[in-house]
């Protein structure tokens, strides 16, 4: 069966390519190789997506989610494990099928960024988490440290502070880079920020009890007691495949796009956070709307051949 439109990631720049693309004709496919929001549903709380004062990500991840399954487009959760974008028709494999499509639309997102440092590897689900939202119940009463400066990183350790006992948020800048209300907020649930600091090691024996910090200004190192350490600096974007390829990637490995989403390739565009920039729901579902509203005009036009 031949697709007009395959979108490979069902977060909201994939949903949101996928409404506007069912919503000119276009067959569409969504492949999502975990679940329906992507990183929606690991915010506790969105505040700044308009129409909505306080939202649950996983609330507004149903909502969009639902909507694209009432307007008719087809979602497959499979992982994706190939691709052949060169050709006209552009071809995706999954583990269990093939699928063909005129055009394709890469919104993968991205994986979590890792400090790379000594003892992260060997606590994972031991004590080191990439997910508050998803760990967080687990250290009721104990000591955590949030690992970032952004947004994330300030909602982690805002959600953090109502459940742990004690709340450090380390940050190697002298400044946090989230918006300045959440900073207040931090503040005022008691967060203790430590700045121009970044972790050395994660320690322990069958389990996290303490990380090593050293201030990047004076060299002093010490050691900090905590019971849990949540990484929160950001995604690696998903980009290997594609990258194999051809799709011209930049210096970070996101995608380079044109300013209507195009890739190198014709026919095949990409949106959200795979692509870089400001990564936020907003911007993701302004970015898949433009590459559904690209990938018609690619498709349709020259318009007089397809009428």
């Not at 389990?207 to 004076?218: A, C, F, Q, Y």
Request: glycine share 10%; net charge neutral; charged share 25%.
């Amino acid at each position: 069966m031949l697709h007009d439109v395959i979108i490979i990631g069902a977060g909201p720049a994939g949903l949101t390519a996928g409404i506007y693309a069912v919503r000119r004709n276009l067959k569409t496919l969504i492949i999502e190789k975990t679940a329906v929001g992507g990183q929606m549903l690991l915010a506790k709380e969105i505040e700044n997506y308009p129409g909505f004062r306080h939202i649950s990500g996983s609330d507004l991840a149903d909502k969009m989610g639902n909507q694209a399954k009432d307007l008719g487009i087809e979602i497959v959760m499979e992982e994706v494990i190939g691709m052949n974008l060169k050709k006209e028709i552009k071809t995706i494999t999954t583990r269990e099928n093939q699928y063909n499509g005129k055009a394709v639309i890469i919104a993968t997102g991205g994986m979590y960024r890792k400090l790379e440092i000594v003892g992260e590897e060997e606590f994972a689900g031991r004590g080191v988490s990439f997910c508050a939202t998803c760990d967080a119940p687990f250290f009721k009463d104990r000591a955590v440290a949030v690992i970032g400066g952004g947004n994330t990183a300030v909602n982690d350790a805002l959600y953090l502070s109502e459940i742990a006992k004690k709340t450090y948020l380390i940050h190697r800048k002298e400044h946090l880079r989230a918006e300045e209300i959440r900073q207040g907020k931090l503040l005022e649930q008691g967060t203790e920020v430590i700045l121009n600091t970044v972790v050395e090691e994660i320690l322990g024996d069958k389990l996290v009890d303490s990380i090593s910090i050293r201030n990047i200004k004076t060299n002093e190192i010490k050691k900090l007691e905590v019971d849990g350490v949540f990484v929160s600096i950001g995604v690696v974007p998903s980009t290997v495949m594609e990258k194999s390829e051809g799709v011209e990637v930049d210096k970070k490995e996101h995608i380079v796009v044109s300013k209507y989403q195009e890739t190198n390739i014709p026919g095949v565009f990409a949106a959200g956070d795979v692509t870089g920039g400001i990564m936020q729901v907003s911007t993701a579902v302004g970015e898949g709307c433009t590459t559904a509203l690209s990938a018609y005009k690619y498709i349709k036009e020259p318009y007089w051949r397809n009428k």
